[in-house]
């Protein structure tokens, strides 16, 4: 999965990426890369702490918002996300300002992997969805 952004002055654009992955293809190292698009010169690169599978700009430019898998389990032989989070980083620094868990048990298949971000207009707010 790729995942790019531009911010929306288009100074910088985000990815995903990964420096290592286990023998099923999970990422083990992943990371938020920041580009200067006019040069294609890598800004920074903000380690993530749990496998991107969404990112999205705060309307400021000044975060961005990762959510992802931080814990799978074996459930009626099937693998399921049953812990994901969302961690807000600031784009200058690369710090994580917090974390919001996600947590479920509402039913042996339920996915709870964050896997779409969006900010509001004002940027005041984060909405999360996972796969049901």
Not at 26 to 53: M, Y
Not at 94 to 102: A, K, R, S, W
Request: contains cysteine; negative net charge; charged residues 25%.
């Amino acid at each position: 999965m790729a995942i790019v952004a531009f911010t929306s002055d288009e100074t910088y654009v985000i990815s995903e990426g990964c420096d290592k992955y286990d023998d099923n293809n999970a990422c083990l190292q992943p990371f938020v890369h920041v580009w200067e698009p006019d040069t294609g010169t890598e800004r920074s690169r903000i380690k993530a702490n749990n496998e991107i599978l969404s990112m999205a700009l705060s309307p400021d430019g000044k975060y961005v918002a990762v959510g992802g898998c931080d814990k799978t389990d074996m459930k009626n032989n099937a693998v399921i996300c049953s812990q994901g989070s969302t961690h807000l980083l600031a784009m200058d620094t690369g710090n994580e300002l917090f974390q919001i868990p996600y947590y479920a048990e509402v039913s042996p298949y339920y996915h709870v992997d964050v896997n779409r971000i969006a900010f509001s207009p004002d940027g005041r707010y984060i909405l999360l969805r996972d796969d049901n």
